[in-house]
C-alpha cells in the first residue's frame, strides 16, 4: 500500500483548502464512515464534531495510510466541493435564440484540458489553466477552469497618531471557476470562489476576474457567446421576494427612493428564525427600490441557504457597462441547493 506522505507545507495548504471550502463537516461524516465500516475506536480515529480543521487533517491522512480510506473518496470530497457553495454566483439568461449554441461552444474549450485531478493539484499553485468539462447533457453543459488568481494585499504594520506604516504584498492562489449554461431554464450560472485574502471583493472584481478565467479557454469579444447572455433582471424579483413569507427570510435590505438611502439589518450574525419584515422599524415594503438584499431561502431539502443577492453594474469601457445579478452563497451546499435558489429567485420575475 502506497503511503500517503505529505510535507508540514502542503498539510497546512490542505488544511487552509477544506477551511476554506467549509469541508468540516463532509470530511467528518467521511472519516465516520470510515471509522463504522473498519469498526474502528475512538483511539483508531477520531470523528467528533468539534474537531479542528488541523485535526480533520490529520485524521484524514492517517485515514488513507491505513487503509480505511481510498486516496480516491479523499480527492473527490476536495473535487466536488468546488462545484457549489461558497461562492460569488454570476447569473446571466440564456438568449432566446442560439442557446444550444452556447452549450456547444463550452463543450469545445481551447488550451489545456484538465484530467481527474490528484492530491498535490489542490494543495499546489498551477502553472496554467486547464479545463475539464465535468457534465455533458443534451440540456446542461457544466465545465471547471483551474487558474492562478493573483492581486493585491495592504496590511498595516505600524499604526500612530501621525504615523501609519502599510504593506502591499501581491498574493497568489489556486482558484475553480464553475461555467455551466442550463436549457431548461435558460440560466448560465458562473460561480466564482471568493479570495483567500483581504476584504470580499466587489461584484466588479469578480467579472473581471471571470473574464479572464474565460479568457484562457473561450473567446469573449463583443462577437462572442459571452456577449450573447442577456441580464438577468435580480431587482425586478425583489418587490415579490420581499412578500413572499413562506420560504424567504430577509436578513438584510437597502430600500431607496428619489431622496432617501438606507440599510438595515438584524445585528450580529445572520441565523435563522429573525425576519427583518417583522421588527417595527422595517417600513418598506412599497415605493422603494433596492440593488441587494439578503435572506435565509429554504432548499428544496429543508436546508436553509443565507443567500446575498445583488444587482451589480460593471464598466467595460468607457462608454460601456454591464449589469448583472450576482448571488454570494457563504456555505457549502449541493448543486441542486443552488439551482433551486436560482429558479424560485426566477419565480419571483
Known amino acids: ?3 500517503f506522505s505529505l510535507s508540514d507545507e502542503q498539510k497546512t495548504r490542505l488544511e487552509h483548502f477544506m477551511k476554506h471550502r467549509r469541508l468540516n463537516d463532509e470530511a ?3 472519516l465516520k464512515k470510515a471509522k463504522d465500516t473498519h469498526q474502528l475506536k475512538s483511539t483508531d480515529l477520531r470523528t467528533a464534531k468539534n474537531l479542528t480543521y488541523l485535526n480533520v487533517t490529520e485524521n484524514l491522512i492517517k485515514a488513507v495510510n491505513q487503509g480505511w480510506i481510498a486516496l480516491a473518496d479523499l480527492v473527490k470530497m476536495l473535487d466536488d466541493s468546488e462545484f457549489s457553495g461558497k461562492q460569488h454566483v454570476c447569473l446571466f439568461k440564456l438568449p432566446d435564440a442560439g442557446a444550444k449554441k452556447i452549450l456547444d461552444a463550452l463543450r469545445t474549450p481551447s488550451g489545456s484540458t484538465g484530467s481527474i485531478p490528484k492530491i498535490t493539484d489542490f494543495i499546489s499553485l498551477p502553472t496554467g489553466s486547464t479545463v ?3 457534465r455533458d447533457t443534451k440540456d ?5 477552469i483551474v487558474t492562478r488568481r493573483s492581486y493585491w494585499v495592504t496590511n498595516l504594520l505600524e499604526q ?3 504615523r501609519e506604516v502599510l504593506e502591499r504584498l501581491r498574493h497568489e492562489e489556486r482558484a475553480a471557476v464553475i461555467v455551466k449554461a442550463t436549457l431548461n431554464n435558460k440560466m448560465l450560472q458562473c460561480r ?3 479570495r483567500e485574502k483581504g476584504p470580499q471583493e466587489t461584484g466588479k472584481a469578480v467579472y473581471e476576474f471571470l473574464v479572464k478565467a474565460l479568457e484562457g479557454h473561450y ?5 462572442s457567446w459571452f456577449d450573447k447572455v442577456g441580464q438577468f433582471p435580480i431587482s425586478d424579483a425583489f418587490p415579490k421576494i420581499l412578500k413572499n413569507k413562506t420560504d424567504f427570510e430577509l436578513w438584510h435590505d437597502t430600500p431607496e427612493d428619489k431622496t432617501t438611502r438606507t440599510r438595515m439589518s438584524k445585528r ?3 441565523k435563522s428564525g429573525t425576519d427583518l419584515r417583522n421588527e417595527k422599524n422595517w417600513q418598506f415594503e412599497k415605493g422603494y427600490s433596492r440593488t441587494n438584499i439578503r435572506g435565509f431561502w429554504k432548499t428544496a431539502v429543508g436546508m436553509e441557504l443565507y443567500v446575498h443577492m445583488n444587482a451589480d453594474r460593471v464598466r467595460l469601457n468607457q462608454s460601456q457597462t454591464r449589469n448583472f445579478a450576482r448571488l454570494v452563497v457563504t456555505q457549502l451546499c449541493t448543486d441542486g441547493d443552488l439551482d433551486h435558489v436560482v429558479d424560485r429567485i426566477r419565480d419571483h420575475l
Open 1 to 3: 500500500m502506497a503511503t
Open 28 to 30: 467528518v461524516t467521511l
Open 132 to 134: 475539464r468539462i465535468l
Open 140 to 144: 446542461e453543459v457544466a465545465v471547471k
Open 160 to 162: 500612530k497618531p501621525d
Open 192 to 194: 466564482v470562489p471568493p
Open 219 to 223: 473567446p469573449v469579444d463583443p462577437q
Open 268 to 270: 450580529g450574525r445572520p
